[in-house]
């Protein structure tokens, strides 16, 4: 897999000394309650699996700043039922300065011009609106709501389904 850069970002493959990183990040619930298959509380035995998991059409890649080659979090693109679904977090302490919005933007171009993907979707929890605001910056058009599973809830959580077709992001990179 290759590295994908943006102004500030390398998004590159995963490798297990970033194990002690995700499992720091990961296991802070804030964080974790916002996705559907991450566990609270989160340990590198989580990490470890998850990085040997077969890749299964799964395009994962660890969100790195350029600058220091810190390692911010994770944003991937899995195969569903419905096409291919796209997911991110990033440790607390980098919220809020567009590296989502970044990172996700360079994805978008990945999944579009690399894959040739036709759509892509992303969830988001009723309760997280900031990852909302995200999908829509990116162009991303509500394509629904159901309850989805938090597994570090619990619990069933209302989402709301977020599409960015091919036709929306040439529209989007013509603009
Ligand atoms: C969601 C998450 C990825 C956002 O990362 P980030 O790097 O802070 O996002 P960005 O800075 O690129 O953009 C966030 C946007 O949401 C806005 N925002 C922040 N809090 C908000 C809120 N409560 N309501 C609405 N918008 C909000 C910000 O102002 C910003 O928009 P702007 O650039 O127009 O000002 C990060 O908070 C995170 O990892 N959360 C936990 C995991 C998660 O939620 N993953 C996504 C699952 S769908």
């Known amino acids: 897999m290759c590295i994908l850069e943006s102004k500030r970002l390398n998004l590159r493959p995963p490798r297990p000394t970033d194990i002690e990183a995700m499992a720091v990040w990961l296991d802070d619930y804030d964080v974790a309650k916002n996705l559907s298959r991450v566990p609270y509380p989160y340990s590198?035995?989580?990490?470890?699996?998850?990085?040997?998991?077969?890749?299964?059409?799964?395009?994962?890649?660890?969100?790195?700043?350029?600058?220091?080659?810190?390692?911010?979090?994770?944003?991937?693109?899995?195969?569903?039922?419905?096409?291919?679904?796209?997911?991110?977090?990033?440790?607390?302490?980098?919220?809020?300065?567009?590296?989502?919005?970044?990172?996700?933007?360079?994805?978008?171009?990945?999944?579009?011009?690399?894959?040739?993907?036709?759509?892509?979707?992303?969830?988001?929890?009723?309760?997280?609106?900031?990852?909302?605001?995200?999908?829509a910056k990116l162009g991303l058009r509500h394509n629904g709501s159901k309850l989805r599973f938090s597994r570090a809830r619990e619990a069933d959580v209302l989402c709301h389904d977020m599409l960015l077709t091919r036709a929306d992001f040439l529209r989007k990179q013509a603009a």
């Open 44 to 135: 590198e035995e989580h990490a470890e699996e998850f990085l040997a998991m077969p890749p299964d059409g799964r395009h994962v890649f660890v969100i790195e700043r350029k600058q220091g080659g810190t390692f911010l979090g994770l944003i991937g693109l899995h195969p569903d039922e419905t096409g291919y679904e796209f997911g991110y977090w990033l440790g607390k302490p980098y919220w809020g300065q567009g590296f989502a919005t970044e990172a996700a933007d360079r994805l978008m171009t990945y999944a579009f011009e690399s894959m040739g993907l036709e759509m892509v979707h992303a969830g988001w929890f009723v309760d997280n609106p900031a990852s909302g605001h995200v999908l």
